[in-house]
Nanobody, 129 residues
Framework: QVQLVESGGGLVQAGGSLRLSCVGS????????MGWFRQAAGKDREFVAG???????YYADSVKGRFTISRDNAKKMVSLQMNSLKPDDTAVYYC???????????????????????WGQGTQVTVSS
C-alpha cells in the first residue's frame, strides 16, 4: 500500500513562486515513475510534469520553462518548483506514482493518468492576478 501526501500549496500573486512537495510512505519505490497532475475547477485533470526512474523530465507545454520537477529517492520525495505563476495555474495539484516500471519511459506513458496507480489527496494552488 502506497500513501502519497502533498504539501506546499497556497495563495500567491501572479509572477510569484511556490514549491510543492510529495512524500511517500508504505511501499513507495525508487523503481517507479512519479508525476504531477492538476485539476482546475470545472475542468478535467491534466498532466503537469513527470520524472522517470532514469530521471528524464517531462513537462506540459503550458508549464515548460516555468516549472521544475525533481525527486529524492532516499527521502521518498518528489517536488515541483513553480515559478512565474499565472492565474491559469490555479488548480488542485496531485502527485502520483506508477507501478514498478522500466528504467526508461516514453512521454506518452508519463503523461497518461492511466499509468499511475497511487495518488495523493491534492493541494490547492491559487494564483491571484
Amino acid at each position: 500500500q502506497v500513501q502519497l501526501v502533498e504539501s506546499g500549496g497556497g495563495l500567491v500573486q501572479a509572477g510569484g513562486s511556490l514549491r510543492l512537495s510529495c512524500v511517500g510512505s508504505g511501499r513507495t519505490s525508487g523503481e517507479a515513475a512519479m508525476g504531477w497532475f492538476r485539476q482546475a475547477a470545472g475542468k478535467d485533470r491534466e498532466f503537469v510534469a513527470g520524472i522517470s526512474r532514469s530521471s528524464e523530465l517531462y513537462y506540459a507545454d503550458s508549464v515548460k520553462g516555468r516549472f521544475t520537477i525533481s525527486r529524492d529517492n532516499a527521502k521518498k520525495m518528489v517536488s515541483l518548483q513553480m515559478n512565474s505563476l499565472k492565474p491559469d495555474d490555479t488548480a488542485v495539484y496531485y502527485c502520483a506514482q506508477t507501478p514498478r516500471v522500466a528504467f526508461f519511459a516514453t512521454r506518452e506513458y508519463m503523461a497518461s493518468q492511466k499509468s499511475y496507480v497511487s495518488w495523493g489527496q491534492g493541494t490547492q494552488v491559487t494564483v491571484s492576478s
